[in-house]
């Protein structure tokens, strides 16, 4: 599959980043953008280069290059991933504002009926932020809080990330052994 990873400037950019690393492993596309946002959050939360992860990218582009592949309609894309979505970024989509190569592409796949997979990450929420998801939802993204479960008794951060991961990949319908289905016979 091809897949457009987009990072935007919400806390949780490993979310992000482990996305890029699980999809590269598995075999797949990325088609990757990332906000001036994100970039200072990766500052704060990850304090540490991620050009390693940055570089599985099959392609990168700008935030500010509206014109780039992933901002058509045309692009043969499997569907895109805002991840983590920020309030802002959310905001953005819902209402089409198409102001930067995130929201341009994310407003292509809606328009295109293309799976949108929103990792949106803010607490506590306010009308604005919950009228918002509405908008999306009803123009067909997905929405994917950026909630870990903890019934799988997650020894780690990593796994704790993972299980938020392997949530996106399942809607992505993609294979996966991040988060096996819930037995608990
Ligand atoms: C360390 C840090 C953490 C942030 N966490 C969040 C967050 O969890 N959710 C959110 O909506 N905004 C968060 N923000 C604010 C956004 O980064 C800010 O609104 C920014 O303009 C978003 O732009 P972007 O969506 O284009 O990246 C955070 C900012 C910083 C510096």
């Not at 692009?75 to 970024?89: E, N």
């Amino acid at each position: 599959m091809r897949v457009i990873v987009a990072i935007s400037g919400a806390s949780g950019v490993q979310y992000g980043l482990r996305l890029i690393e699980v999809l590269y492993e598995l075999g797949h596309e990325i088609d990757l953008v990332v906000s001036d946002g994100a970039r200072k959050v990766i500052e704060y939360e990850v304090k540490k280069s991620v050009d390693h992860i940055f570089n599985k990218a099959t392609v990168s582009y700008d935030i500010k290059n509206i014109g780039a592949a992933i901002a058509s309609g045309t692009h043969p894309s499997d569907g895109m991933v805002v991840v983590p979505c920020s309030m802002k970024t959310l905001a953005a989509i819902a209402n089409g504002l198409s102001q930067n190569l995130i929201h341009r592409a994310a407003d292509c796949r809606l328009k295109e009926e293309q799976r949108l997979i929103l990792v949106l990450r803010e607490t506590p929420l306010n009308m604005i932020h919950l009228k918002n998801m509405i908008l999306a939802k009803e123009a067909g993204a997905s929405i994917l809080p950026a909630s870990p479960g903890f019934y799988y008794n997650p020894k780690s951060i990593e796994d704790i990330i993972d299980f938020v991961v392997g949530k996106v990949l399942n809607l992505l319908g993609i294979k996966h052994s991040l988060l096996k289905p819930w037995n608990p016979d």
